[in-house]
């Protein structure tokens, strides 16, 4: 059943052309990045760090929280339309492994985009003529922001099913990105869950997460995204449950 689901989401995926947004998006993102580490060479040193700060800083903490808010209202706003929130409170598959299976592909989305930012990064590094290769310190700060993202991606799902409208939900996730900004600031980033996907980046350079760190980090993911999770899927079965 858990698989029946899966495919059913990836059929409707295949069928949408929303996927391209998360590789046009990176896409974008580093031609904006390259240009400015191109136009503050007097100011910041020739070098990989530079670069990819340049890269991440405004599509961890703008561009891809807006992104995952678009896909998640996309995944939530196919069940919203017509009378296909009916067909699904009434399928024969468990609510809880429809609400996994969306986690799953909309994790599987961002995992696309995080793909393309480091492929990307490379291609651009080689372009501006920078020597040698990235570090695999990027490859992890990549998986990291990708293990980060489960909580905003299992987050927005739940205002998604609750906000029916597909760009308010994109609204809200921006306006937690900036909010994690302020956060993050202060200390406060890693229990805020907009922000830690671009915590995890380190997108500011101020480096890796450390050992004790690392590990609030993962329970903080896992705690964020069993309970928005546990949430949706408790909202529908209420709602399947009302309309018998």
Request: glycine share 10%.
């Amino acid at each position: 059943m858990m698989m029946q689901a899966l495919c059913a989401e990836v059929d409707k995926l295949r069928r949408a052309p929303i996927w391209i947004a998360y590789v046009v998006l990176p896409f974008i993102a580093a031609a904006i990045g390259t240009f400015n580490y191109q136009q503050n060479l007097d100011l910041l040193m020739l070098g990989w760090e530079n670069l990819w700060t340049q890269h991440t800083l405004f599509e961890f903490y703008f561009f891809l929280p807006a992104l995952v808010g678009a896909g998640c209202s996309w995944l939530m706003g196919l069940e919203h339309a017509g009378s296909n929130w009916n067909q699904l409170l009434t399928s024969p598959v468990a609510l809880w492994r429809i609400v996994v299976a969306k986690l799953v592909v909309g994790t599987g989305m961002l995992g696309v985009a995080l793909a393309a930012t480091g492929a990307l990064f490379v291609v651009c590094g080689k372009m501006v003529g920078l020597v040698g290769f990235p570090s695999c310190d990027y490859v992890v700060y990549l998986l990291l922001s990708w293990v980060g993202g489960v909580a905003m991606v299992a987050v927005q799902l739940l205002v998604s099913l609750v906000v029916r409208s597909f760009a308010a939900p994109v609204g809200i996730a921006l306006a937690g990105s900036v909010a994690g900004l302020l956060l993050s600031s202060k200390g406060w980033g890693l229990w805020w869950p907009w922000a830690l996907m671009s915590l995890a980046s380190n997108a500011n350079g101020g480096g890796t997460l450390a050992p004790a760190e690392l590990v609030r980090f993962v329970g903080v993911v896992a705690l964020f995204s069993i309970a928005a999770s546990t949430i949706c899927a408790l909202m529908m079965s209420h709602a399947a449950a009302t309309s018998e």
